[in-house]
Structure formats: structure tokens, C-alpha cells
């Protein structure tokens, strides 16, 4: 039952918040990538996962940090993007890593495409009551990638542990 739990119940809301949080702040702040961390070893306990199979989730959040945090160093993500790829990664596994960073990529080009294309324009009058949304039309901040990051995560789970371990307890 815990198991269950944290897979269709902290997962979810996890990803949901920091794609929220990264959508009206431009941060994923480091407990929630903590605490996605934290929800996997839950998970991995609490689902008896074979140590082996550990290893290999702990391989593709591992893989995901390095790449992610070279793309950060580069200044082409941000860092709060760079460990929420990373800690999902763990929840992801390395047999459907791929899948979850090509759908992660395939869903981030449409939303950075209409962000950049919006900052074109003046925002509305009704838009600059919000501060999100002065804030998130200044081209001199970046992208909310984790949004991305959250919806692809959310997609790619049920592949990755299996339908079967969806249904109720």
C-alpha cells in the first residue's frame, strides 16, 4: 500500500508542484527535487525492488545529473531543471530514460518556442496584475522547463514500473 502511495499519490503531486512552482517563480526549489529523491528510496523500499534494479535507477538519475549538469554549466538550463531531470531519472529507470528525455525535449520545444514568441508582443493589459506573468514575459529570464520535465515524467511512469503496479492495492 505505501508503495502505491508514493507512485500514484507523491509522484504526481510532486511533479505537479514543481512544474507549478517553476511556471510562477522560474525555481524548483531544492526540497522538491529532495524530496522526489527521497520518495524513490520510499518507493524502492516499500516496493521491495531487487537491489539490482536499484543500481540501475540510481544509474540513470546518476547518467541524467551529468549530462544535465553539463548542459547547465553552459547556460542552456537551469539548475533547479537540471536536478529535477535528474531525481525523476531515478523514478524514470534506465531502460526508459530515453523515452522520458526525447518526449521531455518534444514537449519543451513547443513551450519555449510560445514563450519566446510571446515576449515579442506586449503583454496585455489584464496580465500585468500578475507578477508571474510580468515575470515570465521578461526575455531576460529563462524558460519553466521543469513544466516539460514534470508532464514527461508523468507520461513515461507508467512504462517504467509497470501498469500493473498502478492498480489498486
Known amino acids: 500500500m505505501a ?12 511533479m505537479a508542484y514543481a ?39 540510481l544509474a540513470a538519475g546518476a547518467l541524467t545529473l551529468v549530462i544535465t549538469f553539463i548542459l547547465f554549466a553552459r547556460g542552456w538550463i537551469g539548475g533547479g531543471d537540471a536536478k529535477l531531470a535528474a531525481s525523476t531519472a531515478l523514478w524514470i529507470g534506465l531502460a ?6 526525447i518526449l ?12 519566446v514568441s510571446a515576449r515579442k508582443y506586449p503583454l496585455p ?13 521578461d526575455a531576460k529570464t529563462g524558460v519553466p522547463y521543469g513544466i516539460a520535465l514534470a508532464a514527461a515524467a508523468l507520461m513515461v511512469l507508467p512504462n517504467s514500473v509497470g501498469l500493473e503496479q498502478l492498480a489498486l492495492p
Open 19 to 57: 512544474a507549478a512552482s517553476d511556471l510562477l517563480t522560474m525555481r524548483i526549489s531544492n526540497r522538491v527535487t529532495g524530496l522526489v529523491f527521497i520518495g524513490f528510496v520510499l518507493y524502492a523500499v516499500a516496493s521491495g525492488m531487487a537491489w539490482s534494479d536499484f543500481a540501475w535507477h
Open 3 to 14: 508503495a502505491y502511495l508514493l507512485l500514484c499519490i507523491l509522484f504526481p503531486f510532486l
Open 125 to 137: 493589459t489584464l496580465a500585468l496584475k500578475f507578477p508571474f506573468a510580468v515575470h515570465l514575459h
Open 96 to 101: 526508459n530514460l530515453p523515452e522520458y528525455l
Open 104 to 115: 521531455a525535449s518534444i514537449l519543451g520545444g513547443p513551450l519555449t518556442l510560445s514563450i
